[in-house]
């Protein structure tokens, strides 16, 4: 006779399964549902995101450090775009992200916070070359971005001046999304948990989804 294994219940697999509720749940409102209230509580899910991170992905000494970094980094940058069309080009944010710094949602810091560590540690756990780990940590931060930029002017997040996101935004993705990976691995952030990886995979789900809708029957 076949035995099923138990599912342990614990901190980690009750956040993926949380995550996953949101993501899932968000998707059917956006798509089937009151899609403008749905949208609109992104910040909530974002911040449960972030402390979901928080509370899984404690890697060692220096994980506050990289995350802190990832924050004041993401917001520097991002404010030096929306002022001034540096590194990314002209754009504004919408008003679906909360309050904001000179421009800039807070929550863009903690979401460049949190690209940094679910992309590191995706790396991290695949790849021992140093390049290999950099390389591809930067890849999936950049195909992240490729997935949101058409339907961030849609979902009111942000909008860049000339419609389209220029090649200047992805150059400067990519260039910050370097430096980001290179700390990350520079200060040897080992993190086990798989919590990672379903946050990640969701984004793409989600944000996937959502740009076959809006490119066939509009959103």
């Known amino acids: 006779m076949l035995r099923m294994t138990p599912i342990k219940l614990s901190i980690e697999n009750l956040s993926i399964g949380l995550v996953w509720l949101f993501h899932i749940s968000g998707i059917l409102g956006i798509l089937y549902g009151n899609s403008d209230w749905f949208i609109s509580a992104t910040p909530v899910n974002l911040t449960l995101n972030f402390v979901l991170l928080l509370i899984n992905c404690k890697g060692n000494k220096w994980f506050i450090l990289i995350i802190l970094l990832g924050f004041f980094t993401g917001m520097t940058t991002e404010i030096l775009g929306v002022q001034f069309g540096w590194i990314f080009g002209d754009y504004q944010y919408g008003s679906q992200l909360g309050t904001k710094v000179l421009g800039v949602p807070l929550l863009i810091g903690i ?16 790849y021992s070359n140093l390049f290999m780990r950099v390389f591809i940590g930067v890849g ?3 195909f992240l971005d490729l997935l949101m930029e058409p339907l961030a002017p849609v979902l009111d997040f942000w909008a860049f001046d000339g419609s389209e996101a220029p090649l200047q935004n992805y150059i400067g993705w990519a260039a910050v999304a370097l430096f980001l990976q290179l700390s990350y691995h520079f200060f040897k952030i080992k993190i086990t948990s798989w919590f990672p990886h379903h946050l990640y995979l969701l984004q793409i789900i989600f944000f996937s989804v959502l740009l076959i809708k809006h490119t066939t029957v509009g959103l």
């Open 140 to 142: 999936l931060m950049l």
């Open 111 to 126: 979401n460049w916070a949190l690209l940094t560590v679910i992309t590191g540690a995706i790396a991290h756990q695949f």
